[in-house]
């Protein structure tokens, strides 16, 4: 066999693997440790021992459980309600105000925690019930959610820009200060949407009644003050590290250790609490360890047989296809494979052949680290089988179908669609923050 038939067979035998419903992290460990053994022998069993040691000795991976950590116990001790009930009233005079409350909400959901999971489980159980309370259409508020919570992916500290710093062996940090800008111009967008949307279309979101919101200013600013701290917790955190006082693991600790401190202060640091926090944080860690240990081990023995050299060479020198030609078919398969797979398993399968075809292209990783993300992003609300579509209908209330949900993302998908062009046609959006702050 050529090296470019045993890619081929080795890639489509994960993708065969995936249809039969394996765990993401088996079939991609597998395939490439009996890849490894068949093609080397047994010295081959040293590639999966080597990306095992490697994943190990990888320090800054302790950054991962640290800010899982962060952010559940802000979710589970209350904090991030408080959040929400500070929205509502310093937004509720506007129409379609709640919405825009909920998308301010999930960008600091983002910004504590990292997942998009997160965000919409947050906004499900806090945001929703209470805007359908208000009267606002179960279409429009349904698709908020979703795309508000898809900002967690993008927003630092991102875990999908982590497991990618890891897998494209790219410096974290970097990649936090590029998906900062993207991130709050999508939300930008959102809001604009919502509030010309509602501005033509009262009835899709009502301001809020005037006995509600006329608070006296004291109450105004206790609420302002409840609110405030997760983003004080958040800018304490993220300043130190900018200012050099902290490296990035240590800024997770203070992170960590910020948020718990915030529950004991508030008297809401129970058993009951720190059992969900450490238990939540325990089963994503572990799962996020597994599947960049799979990752590395595919990888390997993917670079090791030549597969990108083989691949560019198809592209370039026999189909002639340009660089942006290239990068544009990578974009689209992301929306292909996110209707069946979530973000970390596209990562995990694609990232080994295409983050190094990118770099040979004369493309920056850093920025193409933003565009996958933003086209994960569109690919977990895209009908079929979009992953937020279906987190949504096992959250939302039974007057909310399954239609309603597809009907509600496509405006949001559109608009990221928007953020996805403005990003490709202006690389300084994503690139102009890392090279400000260490001149990248």
Known sequence: ???????????????????????????????????????????????????????????????????????????????AGELYEMFHVWM???????????????????????????????????????????????????GVIQAGSSLGILVPPSVVLV????????????????????????????????????????HLGPALPAEERNLSLAEKLRLLRAGILPLLIFFFMTGLFLMGVTSLVESSAVGALAATLAALAKRRLNGKVMEATLHKTLGISCMFMWIILAALCFGAVFDGLGAVRAIEGLFLDRIGMSPWQILVMMQLSYILLGMFLDDTAMLVIVAPLYVPLVIS???????????????????????????????????????????????????FVGIMLVGLALITAFPQLALWLPQLYRGY
């Not at 919405?99 to 990292?114: E, F, Q």
């Not at 086209?375 to 179908?401: C, D, H, K, W």
């Open 1 to 79: 066999m050529t090296y470019q038939t045993i890619a081929a067979l080795m890639f489509s035998t994960m993708m065969l693997l995936l249809l039969t419903g394996q765990r993401v992290f088996g079939v991609i460990g597998f395939v490439g440790a009996a890849s490894a053994l068949l093609l080397w022998g047994n010295g081959g069993v040293e590639m999966p021992f080597t990306a095992a040691i490697q994943l190990m000795n990888w320090y800054p991976l302790l950054t991962l459980p640290l800010f899982i950590f962060m952010g559940y116990m802000l979710s589970e001790s209350g904090i």
């Open 92 to 142: 509720g005079s506007l129409k379609g105000g709640l919405a825009v409350g909920t998308i301010g909400l999930m960008v600091v959901i983002s910004a504590m925690n990292g997942l998009s999971v997160a965000g919409m489980a947050i906004g499900a159980t806090i945001a929703l019930p209470e805007l359908l309370r208000r009267g606002y259409d179960k279409t429009m508020v349904t």
């Open 361 to 411: 292209l004369g493309f920056d990783p850093i920025w193409y680290g933003v565009l996958y993300t933003i086209t994960v992003q569109i690919a977990y609300m895209t009908p079929p089988f979009g992953y937020n579509l279906f987190l949504m209908r096992a959250m939302a209330p039974p007057e909310i179908s399954l239609g309603d949900i597809y009907r509600s993302v496509w405006p």
């Open 163 to 202: 497991l990618y710093g890891m897998i494209a062996r790219q410096p974290v940090s970097q990649l936090w200060l590029a998906g900062a800008i993207p991130g709050l111009i999508l939300a930008g967008l959102f809001v604009l949407y919502i509030v010309v949307r509602c501005h033509f279309q009262p």
